[in-house]
Each structure stands twice: as C-alpha cells, then as structure tokens.
C-alpha cells in the first residue's frame, strides 16, 4: 500500500468504517485499568490492600494524595480513565470486561472525542469525511462491509473508497510522476477513472448500465468515489461484488496495458460468483451475477432497470426503443 490509511480508519469498529484492528496502546491500558478495578475497587472479590489505597487515595479522593505514594506505572491520566467511568457507571465499574475498558479508551481520545464537560462523545472524522460531509457516510460504511461479501472484495471497497489505490493523479500529488494522466487515453487518472476509461470500453460501458440499473439514475464521480450508492437492499450485495471483480479487471488490465477479453472476464466473475451457492441465503447473489453479465456485459444493446421502490423486485430487460 503506496499510502498509509488514517489511524483512525485502521482502528475504528467495522459498522464505523474502519478496519477494526487491535490498538496495542489503548489493550495495554485497557488491562492495566482492569486488573487494578478489579482488586482495587472496594467491593473486589479479590482485595488488595496497596491497591485499594491507592484506589481510594486517587480515584475516590478520600485521603490525602500525599499519604499514599503514586507509582511512576499508574500515571495521573490513568486515574483520570477510572473517574470518567465512575460518572457514567458509578460503583459498577467493577463488572466492566477488559474488552469494555478497551471501548472506552478507544473512544476517548484514538477513534473519538470526549467533551470534557458534557462527556458527549464524538467521532473523530478523517479529511475525507470533513471534506465530503455531504455524503451519507453511514450508508457508505453499510456497503463497505455489506454481510456476504468475501473480507478481500471488503478490503477492495475499503481501499477504493479510502482513495488508497494506486492512480496517477495519485503519484502525481506526491511527485512520482509528471502528468497525472492515464497512460491509456490521455484523460486525469483520478479514483473513478478506471470504471470510465475508454481503453476498456466494453467492460465500463457495461459498468455504467450497472449503475443506472441499480440506482435509477446517473451516478456523479464523487458519489462514485465515495461508493455512495442509493442501491435497493436485495440488490447490493450482487452490485458490490462485480463492482469489486470488475474493478480488479480493469486494474490488472491496466497495468498489463492489454485489454480485457470480456467473455474470459465473466466466465471468471461468474466461477468466483458460485460461491454464493454453498450459502444458506445469498445464493439469488449468484443469479443476479449470471443475469447482468449476460444482459449487461455481453455487447447487447438493451438497458436493464430495476425499480427502486421496491426492494424486492427484479429487474427487466427493456429497448430504448419502449417508451
């Protein structure tokens, strides 16, 4: 990867939009907090005395901090962490799991942001977000992670939408190339271009019917970028997965710099789709995948739409030519 993602991405949950890693700080933290809670608080099952001193001295402020020394270990910020739980949970902090700990402290300074006096928390927004405040970035999240779909077409989505893919305009900005033009048809290399460029004109012809299909109406580059889709439910989880493998068509093809044959393209989508039918409930995924890419990515001259009114429909086939 060319470019780091925002750490608040790599470690925010997944129904956040982020990649849900493990912050090894914030898991230290988290059982240090845990372990001294638990012998510490005065209702412990296990008491320690030293800690429950100091418990008292610093958390609860019943003696003189000057009675009871602090160690160099149990910072002042540490503290701090316990007396916030207290507000919020009063003595039950004592039933709080290291797991739990590890959420707040997460959600305190590394994925969000907590008011000092309200207590509100907020999430911590990337550049992009600012940015783009906009767009729906929960419906972006959602399909970012849509359930069915192979964790490595959710990296895919993660990367794209993150404009952590590899593009010229990309190595333009940071002074890898001279022009930040695609090396194929001479136009700005930016994030959506490889599902517009003409060098595979079959394959993002096709693509743009997809999308009409789906959303019922003309999608803009920056809802593109974003995958801010306003896709019916039944049919996201079939639209994101050739979005995924045609995408990944046209980077290989790209990078090739030889055009994709699109008969060997769908046999590849549609083996890869098969999958969907050793599953309990996606395998209409599957029959979707077969339908457009024999109606929209086979050379045909006719336009699929699907309702958007109901979620639940199928799509039809239908001639420019029909009013």
């Not at 982020?18 to 638990?38: D, E, I, K, Y």
């Not at 404009?163 to 190339?177: A, C, D, F, S, Y």
């Not at 022009?179 to 096709?206: E, I, M």
């Not at 769908?266 to 789709?273: L, M, Q, R, W």
Request: one cysteine or more.
């Amino acid at each position: 990867m060319l470019i780091k993602p925002s750490e608040v991405i790599l470690y925010r949950g997944s129904d956040q939009g982020g990649m849900g890693l493990v912050h090894a700080g914030a898991r230290c933290t988290a059982n240090l907090v845990s372990s001294f809670v638990q012998q510490g608080h005065p209702d412990s099952i296990y008491p320690n005395l030293y800690l429950n001193s100091l418990y008292r001295c610093y958390v609860l402020e019943e003696l003189e901090q000057g009675k009871v020394k602090r160690p160099p270990f149990y910072s002042t910020d540490f503290f701090k962490i316990i007396k916030e739980a207290i507000e919020d949970w009063g003595d039950s902090i004592i039933s709080i799991s290291t797991k739990g700990w590890q959420k707040r402290i997460l959600e305190r300074s590394i994925t969000h942001r907590r008011e000092e006096g309200s207590g509100i928390i907020e999430t911590i927004m990337t550049k992009q977000e600012t940015r783009m405040s906009q767009a729906n970035w929960y419906n972006i999240w959602m399909l970012r992670v849509k359930r069915g779909l192979p964790q490595s077409h959710k990296s895919w989505l993660l990367k794209y939408s993150e404009g952590l893919h590899v593009n010229n305009e990309m190595l333009h900005k940071i002074g890898k190339r001279l022009a930040p033009t695609c090396d194929q048809c001479s136009l700005p290399d930016s994030r959506t271009h490889v599902f517009r460029c003409g060098f595979n004109k079959q394959v993002t012809d096709g693509f743009q019917r997809l999308l009409v299909t789906t959303t019922g109406e003309d999608v803009d580059d920056d809802d593109l970028a974003l995958i801010d889709l306003n896709i019916p439910t039944s049919l996201q989880l079939p639209f994101l997965f050739i979005m995924v493998e045609v995408g990944c068509h046209l980077q290989a093809s790209r990078n090739k710099n030889q055009p994709i044959n699109i008969q060997k393209m769908n046999a590849e989508i549609a083996a890869s789709s098969k999958a969907f039918l050793l599953t309990k409930n996606y395998g209409f995924a599957h029959e979707m995948t077969m339908f457009w890419l024999s109606s929209l990515f086979a050379g045909r001259k006719e336009v699929v739409r699907t309702s958007t009114t109901n979620s639940d429909s199928m799509p039809v086939a239908w001639s420019p030519t029909q009013p």
